[in-house]
């Protein structure tokens, strides 16, 4: 009896759910769209975050000294052959770009930002051919028929002789190495197969080591058995730092919040100012050039090499190449091609935006 009678109250509710949903359908729908919320200004809602107090900061300092202590055990791991994959909650920047630039002091290093929206994977790897090019004649490990006389520009050789010659000049010094810092190996501009194929066989080169971190659930995803143990072979660290997503976060859209013009040249400031003095003079002299000639199409790079090296900021013409791509990653700088057929350089601000730019920076 009782059987029957909860069977016929599931049923009722079942009929009048079927019948709700009749009735709800033959009604007017809603006229409000997402467009008509008021969503807050993007930097109203940017400063509002920024003045929330950080708790426990005593607890991350003794978290963040803990990870510090284990640098040497990095540093061996490096030289082991693998590769460092840091994961956990929070920014790991800060943490890897120290142990980077104090435990690493003696080795090269190249940083990329997988948190950007575009990043040129081969403009990253002729960087690190040319620096490892520089190592070999500086420190002279090698015989006069390991580098030929006349070589073929980095800029002009494919994907493959770039990679081959990273895994293929014979060092007398077994520890030295390239390192690769990649903040975010997960991040939308790496995260494409064709890129992470390369970091793959980028890692799995003789003279060079990749400390990367990934913040994204998914990440493994990103790669099968042959990239995990034998091209990155990745030695996994846990180290939630619990640390703000400062920097990545500048480079995506909050969530109800839209941009304003003076955005654009708060995160350009921003960016400048983690960048070098040298690198921050580059743009500069690119600034106050597009403010004094409005009507041209853009600055020739000959031109800003040029008066860099006349004021003593760039050396030579890989250095500036550097810092344009530098600038280029970060979309501070654009190029276009002028009337001539010559590759010029803009900054992608307005006239007014440039100026407080520029007056911010000094």
């Excluded at 009735?23 to 008509?36: E, F, P, Q």
């Excluded at 597009?290 to 008066?307: C, N």
Aim: charged residues 25%; aromatic residues 10%; contains cysteine.
């Amino acid at each position: 009896m009782d059987f029957n009678a909860a069977e016929e109250e599931e049923f009722g509710f079942s009929r009048n759910y079927f019948l709700a949903k009749e009735t709800g359908s033959s009604g007017k729908k809603s006229a409000r769209k997402l467009s008509d919320i008021n969503v807050v200004d993007e930097q109203e809602l940017r400063e509002a975050s920024a003045k929330i107090e950080p708790k426990h900061q005593n607890d991350v300092a003794d978290l963040i000294n803990s990870y510090k202590s284990l640098y040497p055990k990095w540093v061996f791991d490096l030289r082991c052959g693998f590769g460092l994959l840091m994961y956990g909650f929070g920014s790991k920047k800060s943490l890897i770009e120290d142990f980077a630039s104090t435990a690493l002091a003696e080795h090269s290093i190249v940083v990329i930002n997988g948190y950007l929206q575009s990043i040129n994977i081969k403009q990253v790897i002729i960087a690190l051919a040319e620096i490892l090019s520089e190592q070999l004649k500086l420190n002279r490990k090698v015989s006069s028929q390991g580098l030929p006389k006349v070589q073929q520009p980095f800029s002009s050789r494919s994907m493959d002789d770039l990679l081959a010659f990273l895994d293929g000049p014979e060092m007398d010094e077994k520890d030295s190495f390239i390192c690769v810092v990649v903040n975010n190996i997960d991040g939308p501009g790496l995260r494409d197969t064709e890129t992470q194929q390369y970091l793959a066989r980028l890692a799995s080169c003789s003279y060079i080591r990749v400390v990367a971190s990934i913040d994204h659930v998914n990440a493994p995803l990103l790669w099968d058995k042959k990239m995990v143990h034998a091209q990155f072979n990745w030695y996994w660290y846990h180290v939630p730092t619990f640390a703000l997503y400062k920097v990545e976060g500048l480079f995506l859209p909050l969530i109800l919040a839209h941009g304003s013009s003076k955005q654009s040249a708060k995160t350009a400031l921003i960016v400048l100012q983690s960048l070098t003095p040298n690198a921050q003079s580059v743009f500069r002299i690119l600034a106050e050039y597009q403010l004094s000639h409005p009507d041209d199409e853009g600055m020739a790079i000959d031109d800003l090499y040029s008066i860099s090296r006349e004021r003593f900021i760039v050396s030579s013409q890989v250095t500036l190449n550097a810092h344009l791509t530098e600038f280029k990653d970060h979309e501070l700088v654009k190029t276009k091609r002028h009337s001539d057929g010559q590759d010029c350089l803009y900054i992608p601000l307005t006239k007014e935006g440039l100026e407080k730019l520029l007056s911010e920076m000094s």
